[in-house]
């Protein structure tokens, strides 16, 4: 199985911010990269696909970019909604695995 | 936009079947070129990918699941299922059904709600 590790595990930062999440993967997933966004008691929300593309109805604030096996999930000026818990997962070789998230606290 | 619902016993017994399905609405499972899988989530953890079937039928599944894992369709109903035998406390969890979609990469675009399945005597 292909190993995927966020970092940080956990961040606090201020509303209005700019937020970076990485992402490293332990082989090649080429551009197979999506990113997920949970909030506490809910599904996760697709936020990001293919590394860089931009999800229907998402903000551009959040911008994904990366190959290979580094990736990076930005969010340009965090606002109030975005405090949560992000997952990366890469769907290039089944069984698709995803990272241990990193929770983004309100600081 | 799609639906998609959960069910099913939210309690089940060590060495037992735990079955699950879920109901799509605004989509047909036995359309493409959608992939309908299982995730689930341990309180507190991440996410595990458990496995998806695709609308032809054909199946992927977690090797760490594999042998006690089926995931099938029901076209008549509109949807599809997890059975997941023998099951353990390690089974407890949130378990989500999802569309996957395929845009330059395959991403799972809709979930469900989830729902809490406990392992216990």
């Known amino acids: 199985d292909i190993q995927m590790t966020q970092s940080p595990p956990s961040l606090s930062a201020s509303a209005g911010e700019r937020v970076t999440i990485t992402c490293r993967a332990s082989?090649?997933?080429?551009?197979?990269l999506n990113w997920y966004q949970q909030k506490p008691g809910k599904a996760p929300k697709a936020l990001i696909f293919?590394?860089?593309s931009l999800e229907g109805g998402v903000p551009s604030r959040f911008s994904g970019t990366g190959s290979g096996t580094d990736f990076t999930l930005t969010i340009a000026s965090l606002q109030p909604e975005d405090f949560a818990t992000y997952y990366c997962?890469?769907?290039?070789?089944?069984?698709?695995?995803f990272g241990q998230g990193t929770k983004v606290e309100v600081k | 936009q799609v639906q998609l619902q959960e069910s099913g016993p939210g309690l089940v017994k060590p060495s037992q079947t735990l079955s699950l399905t879920c109901t799509v609405s605004?989509?047909?499972?036995?359309?493409?070129?959608?992939?309908w899988s299982w995730i689930r989530q341990p309180a507190g953890e991440g996410l595990e990918w458990i496995g998806r079937?695709?609308?032809?039928?054909?199946?992927n599944y977690n090797p760490s699941l594999i042998s006690r894992l089926t995931i099938s369709l029901d076209t008549s109903n509109n949807l599809f299922s997890l059975r997941l035998t023998s099951v353990t406390a390690t089974d407890t969890a949130i378990y989500y059904c999802?569309?996957?979609?395929?845009?330059?990469?395959?991403?799972?675009?809709?979930w469900g709600q989830g729902t809490l399945v406990t392992v216990s005597s």
């Open positions: 997962q890469q769907s290039y070789s089944v069984p698709w695995t």
């Open positions: 999802a569309r996957e979609s395929w845009s330059s990469a395959y991403f799972l675009d809709s």
């Open positions: 079937i695709y609308h032809s039928g054909d199946t």
């Open positions: 293919a590394a860089s």
């Open positions: 605004n989509a047909s499972v036995s359309s493409g070129p959608y992939y």
């Open positions: 082989e090649n997933v080429h551009k197979y």
